[in-house]
């Protein structure tokens, strides 16, 4: 979005998930909704603080936006752009400063009844980026947007998500009043669409502590003082996030985002590639036979949202029956978007995840997902693991994702030697062991890796 954590980047991925974690009574599914991709889990990130990780793509709950023309008819009503009409017919023509400022704000603010110069400042700012002011040669005047309500309604959108964007940018300059706030804005913004029904000021504030903490490394005494003032400095944030049309009062109280809010926060999603279906886009996944969800994940025209709903749609039972046949009977590209479907089920799908201990190229998964939930289940000997590992890159290649197969090879066994795993898997009976190897002889950035692979390929070959 435009303005998130300490990086620059659209989010830090642990400190929104670490945000999403702290919801506690929310259910499930808003816990949840920063899911992990639709193949291939990105643990090793979590706690990652390069600037790739804080650009990776997340998943979003489905929303439901309101009509075009209702959200277009609510843009004329926000107090923030009904202070900026009358910001731009208030300056008429006039002379601006060099900075293509008014010269004084302060008779701006009382004339117009606005609190204050910094106030100004915002509405003047969105006033000239929307086109309701132009300046030319150090005089500001009336511009090419005439703003009325004969406007289409997607003229009026595309203003509004204008204006939500000059919003957001402010603050790099102190938009809320508050340091932290504006620190966290993106993720806080985010959070909430995430999670519809709203969320209690005091969740919220218990978010933005942990993400400050762990992203700024404050100390003590520093989250101590930040702990006693925040909640007054979020309130004052939300008040001025509702003046802009983002934030409102859930019939509970908690603040939520607004339909033009779910919208904008949709929009900024959607540019920085996030997956941020509505439900319309996701509905026509859920009738979908197993074998189809998964082909479609495995072309990449399926979001990783629609599996949610795929799976809402039948039992966990059912669901996870229906998805090991398919892998199965499928290759390596199919076990993966199975296996990684499969993470999403609880204990209830135990019964048809037993029964495909049964089956040569799935029994090593299944015994894993039984494991992590504390299920009697076989041990997987290093052997067992090698071969997942092998399986994992060789669906990644199936799904034309080779270059990032290296940054989930680097993350199978941490802190274990990458050259003895190679070496490790000429040895395991896999049928894709050697497209495995050929990728990481020729990709792979440590040359020590890549020369062990190009040697266990010959021996593989050999063999």
Known sequence: MAKSGNTGNVFDLGELRRLVDELGTAPREARAAVLDEAVAGDAGDADCDCPSCGTEALSFPPVELAPDAELARAVLRVPLVRDARRLAAWTGTRQVTPECLLPDPFLAAAELGLPGPARVHLLW???VNTGMLRISRGTAAPGPLVLTGDLPPRALLEFWDGVVMDVLDRADESLTGSAVVDEHLAEMLATMYAVSDGLSPATLVKGILQSHEVACEARPAQMRQLAASLPGELAAALDLLGYCGLVERSPAGWPRLTPLGVWAVRQDLMREGHDAPTGAEVAVFADLGAGELVEAIVKGSAAPSAVTVWLESRGPETAARELLGVAASGAAGQRGVVSTILEELGPEAETPVREALAEPSLWRYAASWLHIRDLPAPTLT?????WIAVDTLA???????????????????PGEDLVRLVEEMALVEHPDAIVVLDMLG?????????????KAVMKARSR
């Open 382 to 386: 290093p052997a067992d693991n090698t």
């Open 125 to 127: 700012v969105v006033a």
């Open 395 to 413: 669906s990644l290649i199936h799904q034309g994702r080779a270059p990032e197969g290296m940054g989930e090879f680097a993350a199978l066994e």
């Open 442 to 454: 020729a990709h792979h950035a440590d040359a020590a890796v890549a020369k062990a692979a190009r």
